[in-house]
T-cell receptor, first 117, second 109 residues
Framework: DVKVTQSSRYLVKRTGEKVFLECVQD?????MFWYRQDPGLGLRLIYFSYDVKMKEKGDIPEGYSVSREKKERFSLILESASTNQTSMYLC????????????????FGPGTRLLVL | GQNIDQPTEMTATEGAIVQINCTYQ??????LFWYQQHAGEAPTFLSYNVLDGLEEKGRFSSFLSRSKGYSYLLLKELQMKDSASYLCAVRDPADKLIFGTGTRLQVFP
């Protein structure tokens, strides 16, 4: 079974703090993704990565950065947390679509519910 | 631009059949996924369509028409545990998923 784990289920931080959200997958997937999920807005892509040390901006990268030093780990960093970053953060991983398995889905972690006060 | 539409909420009765529609307009298409998400949990994979037609998997089926930019998820013999949000997502050629806002389904006894 594919397993994607996230470092915390719940997190409370103060405005201006630097926040690290960690994601680890155990299936040797090349692709990793960070989303945030807000009511009425669905899942929105923040950043993604196709391989170690690679990163690409998603639809809403402002205020975030990422790090992928190892294949299994993809970190999301909030340099200076703000209240509008209060959200549910979901990490996902997948094999590339070119892997030959067309229905290769993304596997999601349990999510981190972040509250910024 | 990228746009995926699905109804916000639906209700149904236990044992009934419900169809959740999804229409999309995206700049690229490399398959359409349906996910189920229970409150407070991660989305889990339900189905995948890349060719036109119906894919059946037990009580769940998914249909795709690429020419119409349309898909639906059909849930039969509804159970209380099917109360969840159902997310429609299109994969683009860069392996990214573009999600709709989700349909919250409530099943009543």
């Amino acid at each position: 079974d594919v397993k994607v784990t996230q470092s915390s289920r719940y997190l409370v931080k103060r405005t201006g703090e630097k926040v690290f959200l960690e994601c680890v997958q155990d299936m040797d997937h090349e692709n990793m993704f960070w989303y945030r999920q807000d009511p009425g807005l669905g899942l929105r892509l923040i950043y993604f990565s196709y391989d170690v040390k690679m990163k690409e901006k998603g639809d809403i990268p402002e205020g975030y950065s990422v790090s992928r030093e190892k294949k299994e780990r993809f970190s999301l960093i909030l340099e200076s947390a703000s209240t509008n970053q209060t959200s549910m953060y979901l990490c996902a991983s997948s094999r590339p679509g070119t892997s030959g398995v067309l229905q290769e889905t993304q596997y999601f972690g349990p999510g981190t519910r972040l509250l910024v006060l | 631009g990228q746009n995926i539409d699905q109804p916000t909420e639906m209700t149904a009765t236990e044992g009934a059949i419900v169809q959740i529609n999804c229409t999309y307009q995206t700049s690229g298409f490399n398959g359409l996924f349906w996910y189920q998400q229970h409150a407070g949990e991660a989305p889990t994979f339900l189905s995948y369509n890349v060719l036109d037609g119906l894919e059946e998997k037990g009580r769940f089926s998914s249909f795709l028409s690429r020419s119409k930019g349309y898909s639906y998820l059909l849930l039969k013999e509804l159970q209380m545990k099917d109360s969840a949000s159902y997310l429609c997502a299109v994969r683009d050629p860069a392996d990214k998923l573009i999600f709709g806002t989700g349909t919250r389904l409530q099943v009543f006894p």
